[in-house]
């Protein structure tokens, strides 16, 4: 699995209520409602502009606060391919992986990415192209690219199980 798209890069502690704003946490439940507010509050331009595929990449401890799902949901829902950040808090990094939203942890390319430089990741590959270099990072098991492939952890367990919707 490949993607390609812009980078929209922030820094450290990046926390739930940025990504999504915590005034909506019981009012909105549709994710596409979600991502009209996906980083509203840190960057008003992101949902304006956001294109399928595009990469976030952020400093350390990208989603720390709540444990709340709406933050990666709006996130995958607004469009976005995969997040790369020097780290990620704990519960994030699940929520994300559980509903099929690609994290990759990296310490370069973060420090070097700049704002709407194109971007592309392989996952099963382990590797960023980036400014005509390549960025390494374990690939990806199998089970979290199927994953991420099925659109989530219900979605691939259900597969596997020989359920049908």
Not at 44 to 52: G, L, R, T
Not at 106 to 120: L, S, T, Y
Not at 144 to 153: A, D, F, K, P, R
């Amino acid at each position: 699995m490949i993607i390609k798209g812009k980078i929209w890069k922030y820094g450290d502690n990046i926390n739930t209520d940025i990504i999504f704003p915590g005034e909506y946490t019981y009012t909105i439940s549709d994710p596409e409602e979600m991502a009209k507010h996906a980083l509203e509050n840190l960057d008003p331009e992101f949902i304006k502009k956001v294109k399928k595929g595009d990469v976030i990449v952020a400093g350390k401890n990208f989603g720390c606060g709540s444990s709340r799902e709406q933050a990666p949901i709006s996130i995958k829902y607004a469009g976005v391919g995969a997040i790369i950040a020097e780290s990620f808090a704990r519960i994030f990094f699940r929520n994300a992986i559980n509903i099929g939203l690609a994290l990759i942890q990296n310490k370069d390319v973060p420090r070097m990415a700049r704002v709407g430089d194109d971007i592309e990741v392989d996952f099963e590959g382990g590797k960023i192209l980036y400014q005509q270099e390549i960025f390494t990072f374990p690939p990806l098991s199998k089970e979290v690219m199927g994953i991420l492939e099925s659109g989530g952890l219900i979605q691939f367990t259900r597969k596997r199980l020989g359920i049908k919707d």
